[in-house]
């Protein structure tokens, strides 16, 4: 339910985060803790820069930018990179001052069962529904990336048993709670990595670094790194929608980049938040504006109304003292207000005619304004008709009630019924000359 337009941004903030914070490392400097610090350091970093891990991190960006994709599916550019330029360090330049990754720990942790005291207890569910929640928004993002590259669609329950499963037995091993990394999955898919199988080949890589192959990986450089993370960051960029957002709509364009630099600069949570939330009200807006359209208020007969002839001649021979309130399509809160805005000058007529013919779904809110409008034409002594109310909409306006404010003979199927009755009862003898006049057309 996430508009594409937050999607766009959340993903390009990411790719731009990405870009920024590997610029040291790809210089030879320590990775700034955030795009700020990272931001404010770049010029030190251009002054400073360290030249044989510059050279090796502009190496790494040639491979995976010139890499042939046709090779990469045989041989992943990334991972060609890293073995290129981690045995140039390692060969040619050992005694160079280039920042490592260095040792990893290895060996299998040890089992950890929780102590649970009554006191904690409810802080422990707080801050467990918070991380559970964080995690599984986190994740799904991450699979709405996912989707965006390969243009398919993930399973969210599956998505999130699964990292459940691991996140509790992970608990249970001293780990701390994971969730999707978005990183790791656009290098996985660029990859090639279409199916679970490269999840677990992902799992049995860091498994066997754990049991003593963490010796093989503690001589990469950082700066290799960091070039296969800013061609992963460049390509999670939505450049695409970026180009042309602001053709397609200004409004859009807006909710994107306001959710990239939400992103960049603020927290990747509250981004998505914010998006989601003015995209909606915006979508709402819109659809108000279509549902008020559709209330139409008709007190004489007009060519462009889709009245049968009978219905004009009616209304003509009323003398303007019918008013017809039509609504047509899902009438939301939104139509709410255009309906209580017709309320004003139902007591310039003496007949008021609801037709819900065309309305297939009945929002509370204007089921309210409904009830308020039937309540105060009843209490002004004018005669209120509801017609065509079926299915949904009558047992939401029977639930509140509304129908049993009017008696059986003013609850019709037919606009038709309604307006020959609303005739009757403001003058009998007009009715007649309009069947004649019917009877003389047809």
């Given at each position: 339910?996430?508009?594409?337009?937050?999607?766009?941004?959340?993903?390009?903030?990411?790719?731009?985060?990405?870009?920024?914070?590997?610029?040291?490392?790809?210089?030879?400097?320590?990775?700034?803790?955030?795009?700020?610090?990272?931001?404010?350091?770049?010029?030190?970093?251009?002054?400073?820069?360290?030249?044989?891990?510059?050279?090796?991190?502009?190496?790494?960006?040639?491979?995976?930018?010139?890499?042939?994709?046709?090779?990469?599916?045989?041989?992943?550019?990334?991972?060609?990179?890293?073995?290129?330029?981690?045995?140039?360090?390692?060969?040619?330049?050992?005694?160079?001052?280039?920042?490592?990754?260095?040792?990893?720990?290895?060996?299998?942790?040890?089992?950890?069962?929780?102590?649970?005291?009554?006191?904690?207890?409810?802080?422990?569910?707080?801050?467990?529904?918070?991380?559970?929640?964080?995690?599984?928004?986190?994740?799904?993002?991450?699979?709405?990336?996912?989707?965006?590259?390969?243009?398919?669609?993930?399973?969210?329950?599956?998505?999130?048993?699964?990292?459940?499963?691991?996140?509790?037995?992970?608990?249970?091993?001293?780990?701390?709670?994971?969730?999707?990394?978005?990183?790791?999955?656009?290098?996985?898919?660029?990859?090639?990595?279409?199916?679970?199988?490269?999840?677990?080949?992902?799992?049995?890589?860091?498994?066997?670094?754990?049991?003593?192959?963490?010796?093989?990986?503690?001589?990469?450089?950082?700066?290799?790194?960091?070039?296969?993370?800013?061609?992963?960051?460049?390509?999670?960029?939505?450049?695409?929608?970026?180009?042309?957002?602001?053709?397609?709509?200004?409004?859009?364009?807006?909710?994107?980049?306001?959710?990239m630099f939400l992103t960049v600069f603020v927290d990747l949570i509250a981004a998505v938040a914010v998006g989601v939330f003015v995209a909606n009200i915006l979508?709402?807006t819109t659809l108000s504006d279509i549902q008020a359209d559709k209330v139409k208020a008709i007190d004489a007969p007009t060519d462009e109304m889709s009245l049968n002839y009978e219905e004009k001649e009616i209304l003509k021979l009323a003398?303007?003292?019918?008013?017809?309130?039509?609504?047509?399509?899902?009438?939301?809160?939104?139509?709410?207000?255009?309906?209580?805005?017709?309320?004003?000058?139902?007591?310039?007529?003496?007949?008021?005619?609801?037709?819900?013919?065309?309305?297939?779904?009945?929002?509370?809110?204007?089921?309210?304004?409904?009830?308020?409008?039937?309540?105060?034409?009843?209490?002004?002594?004018?005669?209120?008709?509801?017609?065509?109310?079926?299915?949904?909409?009558?047992?939401?306006?029977?639930?509140?009630?509304?129908?049993?404010?009017?008696?059986?003979?003013?609850?019709?199927?037919?606009?038709?019924?309604?307006?020959?009755?609303?005739?009757?009862?403001?003058?009998?003898?007009?009715?007649?000359?309009?069947?004649?006049?019917?009877?003389?057309?047809?």
């Amino acid at each position: 339910m996430i508009p594409y337009t937050v999607i766009s941004g959340f993903m390009s903030g990411i790719g731009a985060i990405i870009v920024l914070l590997q610029i040291g490392p790809l210089l030879g400097h320590q990775a700034s803790g955030n795009v700020l610090d990272s931001l404010s350091s770049l010029p030190d970093f251009l002054s400073n820069l360290n030249p044989t891990a510059t050279g090796l991190g502009l190496l790494t960006l040639a491979i995976v930018f010139l890499w042939p994709p046709m090779l990469t599916r045989v041989v992943p550019s990334p991972l060609l990179a890293l073995i290129v330029c981690t045995l140039i360090a390692v060969v040619l330049l050992p005694d160079s001052d280039l920042r490592l990754i260095g040792e990893i720990p290895t060996g299998l942790p040890t089992l950890r069962l929780p102590l649970i005291s009554p006191g904690e207890l409810k802080d422990m569910i707080g801050y467990g529904l918070m991380l559970a929640t964080l995690g599984s928004i986190d994740s799904l993002l991450t699979s709405l990336v996912a989707d965006n590259i390969t243009r398919t669609n993930h399973d969210s329950d599956r998505e999130l048993i699964g990292q459940g499963l691991g996140n509790l037995i992970a608990g249970f091993l001293g780990g701390l709670p994971g969730a999707g990394a978005t990183m790791r999955t656009v290098i996985n898919v660029q990859a090639g990595g279409k199916t679970p199988l490269s999840g677990i080949i992902h799992a049995l890589v860091l498994m066997a670094i754990v049991f003593g192959a963490g010796s093989l990986t503690a001589n990469i450089p950082h700066a290799v790194l960091a070039g296969i993370l800013i061609k992963v960051g460049i390509d999670i960029i939505d450049w695409g929608f970026l180009k042309r957002a602001h053709r397609i709509s200004l409004k859009a364009a807006a909710i994107m980049y306001g959710v990239m630099f939400l992103t960049v600069f603020v927290d990747l949570i509250a981004a998505v938040a914010v998006g989601v939330f003015v995209a909606n009200i915006l979508t709402i807006t819109t659809l108000s504006d279509i549902q008020a359209d559709k209330v139409k208020a008709i007190d004489a007969p007009t060519d462009e109304m889709s009245l049968n002839y009978e219905e004009k001649e009616i209304l003509k021979l009323a003398g303007g003292r019918i008013l017809l309130l039509r609504l047509g399509g899902p009438m939301s809160f939104g139509a709410a207000k255009s309906i209580s805005k017709r309320m004003a000058i139902v007591e310039n007529y003496e007949v008021l005619i609801l037709d819900l013919s065309e309305v297939p779904w009945l929002g509370v809110t204007a089921s309210l304004a409904i009830e308020t409008m039937v309540k105060e034409a009843s209490e002004r002594r004018r005669e209120v008709f509801i017609v065509g109310a079926t299915g949904k909409v009558k047992a939401r306006l029977q639930r509140l009630e509304v129908m049993d404010m009017l008696p059986l003979r003013n609850r019709l199927n037919h606009r038709l019924e309604a307006l020959r009755q609303a005739i009757i009862l403001l003058d009998g003898h007009l009715i007649k000359a309009a069947s004649s006049s019917t009877a003389g057309k047809e």
